[in-house]
């Protein structure tokens, strides 16, 4: 008894040390490539890792969110508090490639049920993806336990936080982070303002494990309600100009 | 012994009132008040020769639910007087108050409350108390409303009723009555030989039933649930460990017997007999019948620490009270090695009756396959469904589906995660956002608005913004067999807007303007 417990705290430590030298378990997962090679390069395993927590947030994060929902193959849950105020829409997920015939919502009252719902649905094999929007910053130790179910059950964790910018992050185990921000069309005549035409986004990696320390990647992408395609609209390597481009996108 | 009998039904003495349903294309009276059967309408009459015999009949449709609900009452509540009350026909019940009259003082006072306390709750009933149940059925349906029949005179009381009396079948007291065998009393000397040979046993059965010559028990009510297994302790236990490890062998035991018998529990009620008399409950329920012990006892982990176990527990009692049927296919969970252990063995049983695909299972894992593969679409989540229902409550865990309607709205339906699956097909139409808020808000439009278009900027949770770019408009008008207040404003024309910084919004305005000439502008919901 004593012999196997040690031999699970030798396996837990040599686990943790992994994650701590920011290495996955080896590529046990597949990724979920985005078709897109400028980002899928960026990317450890050339996608968006399975088996691993990322967290997403910015004004558009939602979207971002169901699209990354969408492209799991699988049943997805999605965590939500209950008090929101606006519930998620049948078609509007649709049009962003998330059929509802496999997605469950869960609605928690409260934090601690949030974060157990979705470390619940993580260990379950039985998911491709969960998404959880909690109300505050998931705490370093929660994170980690995200990101442990997740590499247990080998689905996605999608941490959903809307309205949070990059001055509010707090330190986080989990696997990359994103900002999406909406991106305005600009540049089109008066006449085309009759139709506001695909959703783009501007997506930052702002840090991923084992993609290259420190870089801080972006990419304009568009996402096209009729064919269900992402497609890169530029790609913002992190240059001096980048802040002026920005600037220029941002109007 | 004493066994009592009370025959119950609707009754409005005011007006003539038949109870009406209908069968094979022809309404029929099921049930008639006093004042009808005065008139001579009885049950079984067809509605239209109901109404040539008295014009002025009320009727109202027969509720056979809701009679049985009242029946289900009536039965809890003659608990007052016995533990043993069962239902007896459609309309009866019968009660076995061996030693319990004492307590009410005396038969006769025993049965006065009764029928006393029945009026009082709008019923009128006939009670008959004697000593054998055959005996009392046939004094309460044709005897007197309530009669009081000591052992010994049972033979004599019921010598003067009907054959029918004896609970015989309309064929057999018809037979009888031709062979001039009117009354009970008139089978006493009769041979029993040729009685049987003509009548099958049947009327010599009910006879010694009545006569209390052959013994008829009277099961008690509430029949335990047929899923039930019980542990007692030697001594009583405290721990919640203790509680974890008996609630396991209490689930195993349940799971081989719902195995065996191809059912799955809805819910499982968990019962701590507790030293002092008290009892603890704790109740789960899953999406999808189930009887993996293991994903069971997930399911209570989450729950026994509510539990208290007070000065210690004698004694647990584990009851399934709701089971479905459930073949060998379902139950595929991602749990522990025992539990796959138990369902092979239940599976094994099973297979014959089923091509199931149960026996893959082996070589091929549930999850995903190290080769990088999808994992598959199909895989079972009810498991997680019902650890999710359990915690956050059944409620909050839907799914959406899409309902015929053109009110965006009412366009979505929500539905419990588990029961909704297969094709989704939403209306394909105009673009809708990803979130829809609960109500729409109001907002400030801050320059003048043309006439048929869009706000050059709005003002919304005190954030303004600056239209960039806008597309419609789609008009949408109320459903008029809807009566929805939020639709009260009438017809709306949808606007999609994109803002200064790229964020979209789903507004709308009020088609009709307002007396003041103006048209009000609302946000009902977002992109994302």
Known sequence: MLKQRSNALIDLRARIARLERGETDGGRYPSMPFDIPAIDAALPGGGLVSGAVHEVTGSAAGGFVSMLAGRADGPVLWCVMARSGADLYGPGLAAFGLDTDRLVIARCATAADMLWAMEEGLRDPGLAAVVGEPDRAVALTASRRLQLAAETGGGTGLVLRRGAGKGDLSPSAVFSRWQADSVPLLGLPDTARSSIGGTRWRLDLLRCRGGGGGMNKAWVVEWCDATRDLSLVSDIVDRPGAARERQRLAG | ?528
């Open chain 2, 1 to 528: 012994m004493r066994r009592g009998k009370g025959n119950v039904w609707r009754d409005d003495p005011a007006a003539p009132v038949a109870l009406v349903a209908e069968t094979a294309g022809r309404i029929v009276v099921t049930a008639v008040s006093d004042a009808a059967s005065a008139a001579g309408i009885a049950p079984e009459m067809a509605l239209a020769d109901a109404r040539a015999v008295l014009p002025g009949l009320r009727t109202m449709p027969a509720d056979p639910e809701a009679d049985a609900a009242l029946r289900a009452h009536i039965l809890s509540w003659c608990g007052r007087y016995t533990p043993f009350a069962a239902p007896e026909g459609a309309d009866g019940v019968w009660l076995d108050v061996t030693g319990c009259a004492h307590l009410f003082g005396g038969e006769q006072a025993m049965l006065d409350d009764l029928l006393t306390r029945l009026g009082k709750m709008g019923l009128r009933g006939r009670a008959a108390l004697t000593g054998t149940p055959g005996a009392a059925w046939a004094l309460s349906h044709y005897g007197e409303a309530c009669s009081i029949v000591a052992s010994e005179s049972v033979r004599g009381s019921i010598a003067g009723l009907p054959v029918s009396a004896l609970r015989l079948g309309a064929a057999t007291a018809m037979g009888l009555t031709r062979l001039g065998l009117k009354r009970v009393g008139d089978l006493y000397a009769l041979p029993r030989a040729p009685l049987t040979a003509r009548f099958s046993g049947e009327v010599s059965l009910r006879l010694d039933q009545a006569l209390g010559r052959v013994e008829e028990p009277i099961s008690p009510r509430r029949p335990p649930p047929r899923y039930r297994v019980r542990l007692a302790f030697p001594d009583p236990i405290g721990l919640t460990d203790d509680i974890q490890a008996g609630l396991r062998r209490l689930l195993h035991e349940l799971c081989e017997r719902l195995g065996q018998a191809q059912r799955g529990c809805r819910q499982l009620d968990l019962t701590l007999f507790r030293v002092d008399g008290s009892l603890q409950t704790v109740s789960v329920g899953t999406s999808v019948p189930a009887r993996d012990a293991a994903h069971l006892a997930k399911l209570f982990a989450e729950r026994l620490g509510t539990l208290d176990a007070g000065f210690g527990v004698e004694a647990m009692v584990l009851a399934a009270p709701v089971t479905e049927p459930l073949g060998a296919v379902q139950i595929d969970s991602p749990a522990s090695g025992r539990s796959k252990a138990n369902r092979s063995a239940v599976d094994r049983r099973a297979k014959p009756a089923s091509s199931s695909p149960t026996g893959d299972r082996g070589q091929k894992p549930a999850s995903s396959s190290p080769t990088g593969d999808r994992r598959p679409k199909d895989s079972n989540i009810s498991p997680l469904i019902d650890r999710l229902g359990n915690r956050l409550g059944f409620d909050r865990v839907v799914g959406l589906r899409p309902r015929e309607s053109f009110l965006p709205e009412y366009a979505v339906e929500t539905v419990p995660a588990a029961a909704g699956d297969g094709d989704v097909l939403w209306r394909p139409g105009p673009v809708r956002p990803l979130r829809l808020l609960a109500r729409p808000e109001r907002l400030d439009t801050l320059a003048a608005v043309p006439e048929d278009g869009p706000p050059a900027a709005f003002r919304w949770r005190r954030v303004q913004h600056r239209l960039q770019a806008a597309e419609g408009p789609e008009r949408i008008a109320p459903e008029w067999w809807r009566l929805d207040p939020g639709w009260d404003g009438g017809a709306r024309d949808y606007w999609r807007v994109e803002d200064e910084t790229g964020r979209r919004f789903w507004l709308y305005r009020e088609v009709r303007p307002r007396r003041d000439g103006t048209s009000r502008w609302f946000l009902h919901g977002l992109f994302a």
